[in-house]
């Protein structure tokens, strides 16, 4: 009897890892690489030690960032206007990974260590079931068992293993698009992360005093050089997360609504992230016209809220982004970001394609109407509105007058 198990080599995986052997499977243990900054090898040599049958590492850095970030970037993707989805993102990846294992090891059933309470299982599910059908098996110890961390503690000594060290008092997920901090202190909604939740950004305060600037070029709504130097997406996304994260940026603290009906307090970092869609964003300002630019936030929070909600399957996903694809045709520039102690000011931008003319906003030169034309057009522009504002005043004047009468 085999099983995949999506294993990240934390607490909660290695302890699942030592329960379903106790069931009697052979345990295959897969890790995929979204740009996590473990030691691979380590994880690798802890599934096996814990007794792994078989183990695999996949690398899926550059296919994590081809095809679903540079989606995120092109659909400005926050949830709630402030989480920029990492770990929804990454999701469906991971579970496709171990479903492509679990077809080529024959393995009876997946399993993977989601908690019943979280969004991931929906994100896992929905994707395993999608590639292997609807009745394949899937064994999820943390929800059947509601497995606490104590009790992941316990079931690793029991078999004589020291729980992993780090895995302390934050449940954290990591990928090169977010680092997601939860639990522990944090669910304390009212008090500030203490600072040992974060490792990828220095606290604002401790930043250098001297700014960062950087000039991101896209083409066609995807980022493809940081100040003039030509990369692959997901070095860039590394560059940026290591060099904006040490002058304090890339820091969210939020609180968000889950699938399950529960409010959540997340804390993320995310430098790259936050700094490639605010320039995104900007760029999309300056090129698409106003009628454009207000249906496409309209696509972005619809492809956000999909992708948050473990719903990467859906088929609206695709005719989405068939229309985000097609506005994003013409985001080809260059944004130029400033980045000091925490914060980000986009200072400047500039693209081929933008309708936007120095010479016709000049106040002193170019194109200007004659005071006629000026005139007529507000004018008549103003009609609907004039009209109506007069018109509920003498229905408030005549309301009042009524009054009076009444009274008196
Ligand atoms: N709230 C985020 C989300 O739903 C982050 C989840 C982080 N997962 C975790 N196991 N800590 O996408």
Known sequence: MKVVLAYSGGLDTSAILLLLKEKGYKVITVTVDVGLDEDLKGVEERAYMLGAYKHYTIDAKSEFAEKYISKAVKANALYEDSYPLGTALARPLIAEKV????????????????????????????????????????????????????????????????PPGSHGKYSIDENMWTRSIEGGPIDDEYLEPPEDAYAWTVAPEKAPDTPLYLEIEFQEGVPVAVNGEYMPLHHIVEKLNKEAGAHGYGRIDHIENRVVGLKSREVYEAPAAMVLINAHKDLEKHILTPRELRFKRLLDREWSDLVYQGLWIEPLRSHLEAAIDSMNKSITGTVRVKIYKGSLSIVGRKSPYSSYSKEAIDYNTGWYPTGEEAEGFVRIYTMHSLAAALARERQQEARLAGEAVQHH
Not at 123 to 148: C, N, Q, W
Not at 149 to 161: A, C, N, Q, T, W
């Open 99 to 162: 479903a492509e294992v679990a077809k080529y090891e024959e393995a009876e059933a997946v399993a993977h260590g989601c908690t019943g309470k979280g969004n991931d299982q929906v994100r896992f599910d929905s994707t395993l079931l999608y590639h292997l059908g609807p009745g394949a098996k899937i064994i999820a110890p943390v929800r059947e068992m509601a497995l606490t961390r104590e009790m992941s503690m316990e079931i690793l000594k029991r078999h004589g293993f020291q």
